[in-house]
């Protein structure tokens, strides 16, 4: 199975940028589905970005589409979420997740079926 640990999250301000990393151990990322969830206190955990196995195709989730890009280096077995233009809304707790898959086109925006998860980032955007 696979491990994964974010890191990167931190202040900042509205406006600026930030890449989280969800370095993996344990396995190959290029066996799994990838994506990076959200969660703020009192809310349910919500998607934010995923990619295929292949990473050929991504999905975003409306809220954050044209900001945030994810992307995936193999040699370094790491997924980053590059997260440009941030706002206050999305102060939260990140978190990676993996799914191992067979295929390698479809994405995955529901938490139940991730297999895998990181233990989170904590990113805060003040004004």
């Known amino acids: 199975q696979v491990q994964l640990v974010e890191s990167g999250g931190r202040l900042v301000q509205t406006g600026d940028s930030l890449r989280l990393s969800c370095a993996a151990s344990?396995?190959?990322?290029?066996?799994?589905?990838m994506g990076w969830f959200r969660r703020v206190p009192g809310k349910e955990r919500e998607f934010v970005a995923a990619?295929?196995?292949?990473?050929?195709?991504?999905n975003y989730a409306d809220s954050v589409k044209g900001r945030f890009t994810i992307s995936r280096d193999d040699a370094q077995n790491t997924v980053y979420l590059q997260m440009n233009s941030l706002k206050v809304a999305d102060t939260a707790v990140y978190y990676c997740?993996?799914?191992?898959?067979?295929?390698?086109?479809?994405?995955?925006?529901?938490?139940?079926?991730?297999?895998?998860w990181g233990r989170g980032t904590q990113v805060t955007v003040s004004s």
């Open positions: 997740a993996g799914k191992r898959v067979s295929g390698t086109i479809l994405t995955y925006t529901r938490t139940q079926f991730y297999d895998y």
């Open positions: 344990g396995r190959s990322i290029s066996d799994y589905a």
């Open positions: 990619f295929s196995r292949s990473a050929t195709n991504t």
